[in-house]
Every structure is written in C-alpha cells, then in structure tokens.
C-alpha cells in the first residue's frame, strides 16, 4: 500500500522558516522522482520544486533561493526547507512521488500570516 505523509506545516509569521516532510511507503522511494506542489484557494496547483532519483532540483522561480528541497533516501523521506516566507507562500502543499506511476500525498496546509 503507498502512502506519502507529509508534516511540518502551520502558522508561520512572515519573513519566518517551515521545514515540510514527506515519509513514504510501499513503493521504491530511491528510483522516483519526488517534487512538492501547492495549491491556493482558487488556483491551479502548481510545481513548487523538484528532486530526481540521482538529486537533481529544479524550482519555480516564485520560490528560487528560498525554498530547498532534499531527500534522504534511507529514510524514504523528502523534506522542503522553506526560509522567508511570504503571504503569497499560503497555501496546501502536496508531495508527489513520480516514475511510471503516480503518487500523491494528502496535503498539508501553510499559512503565512502576521
């Protein structure tokens, strides 16, 4: 059975730091490629960064040097470091898992609010 948790969401001040995670399980979590995604009221959820198998990033430019994805593969485990936050940054985030599949976390929510 997959399952992609993430943690680490919340109530953060701007200008404030969130360090997300996602724990999978029931797939080869060293050969896919993982990203984090999220989704405002009203929007279209979008890529916020990327991580292939090998560690290779990319990221939306909204979030270029602020925002670091990792992954620690013998933990099964993908973290999103997120540093000066700003209320534009609130929204659901979501871990996605991605090879010949697809996974999908279930969200979890941040809030960039003084």
């Known amino acids: 059975q997959v399952q992609l948790v993430e943690s680490g969401g919340g109530l953060v001040q701007p200008g404030g730091s969130l360090r997300l995670s996602c724990a999978a399980s029931g797939f080869i979590f060293r050969i896919y490629a993982m990203g984090w995604y999220r989704q405002a009221p009203g929007q279209r959820r979008e890529l916020v960064a990327g991580i292939t198998s090998i560690g290779s990033t990319n990221y939306a430019d909204s979030v270029k040097g602020r925002f670091t994805i990792s992954r620690d593969n013998a933990k099964n485990t993908v973290y999103l470091q997120m540093n000066s936050l700003k209320p534009e940054d609130t929204a659901v985030y979501y871990c996605?898992?991605?090879?010949?599949?697809?996974?999908w976390g279930q969200g979890t929510q941040v809030t960039v609010s003084s």
């Open positions: 996605n898992a991605n090879r010949v599949s697809e996974y």
